[in-house]
């Protein structure tokens, strides 16, 4: 079992920046892919961003590109999300997750943490 603790989310205005971290209680070798995802209010879970495991591969939603930034720490078994330039509509509870595959695909993610919530006012 693997437990994902996310922190880093608040309230901010539009046009400014929160990074959001995902600490790993233990590292899985079996881990290929860390991803972030957001659940806004009525919404369905969305992909945002994900990361290899060796950091050497990223991916990312066409609503965050250019904006957001996915890295990973092994030596501390951290994934972060640095995010910039925030919108109204990046409000959201996000969540980081982890999976065997290359993928996506939110039901395809093994291990989820609890979530932390952002907020981005106009």
């Known amino acids: 079992q693997v437990q994902l603790v996310e922190s880093g989310g608040g309230l901010v205005q539009a046009g400014a920046s929160l990074r959001l971290s995902c600490a790993a209680s233990?590292?899985?070798?079996?881990?290929?892919?860390m991803g972030w995802f957001r659940q806004a209010p009525g919404k369905e879970r969305e992909f945002v961003a994900a990361?290899?495991?060796?950091?050497?591969?990223?991916n990312y939603a066409n609503s965050v590109k250019g904006r957001f930034t996915i890295s990973i720490d092994n030596a501390k078994n951290t994934v972060y999300l640095q995010m910039n330039s925030l919108k109204p509509e990046d409000t959201a509870v996000y969540y980081c997750?982890?999976?065997?595959?290359?993928?996506?695909?939110?039901?395809?993610?093994?291990?989820w943490g609890q979530g932390t919530q952002v907020t981005v006012s106009s």
């Open positions: 997750a982890t999976t065997l595959l290359v993928t996506t695909t939110p039901k395809l993610y093994e291990y």
């Open positions: 990361i290899s495991r060796s950091g050497g591969s990223t």
């Open positions: 233990r590292r899985t070798p079996s881990t290929v892919t």
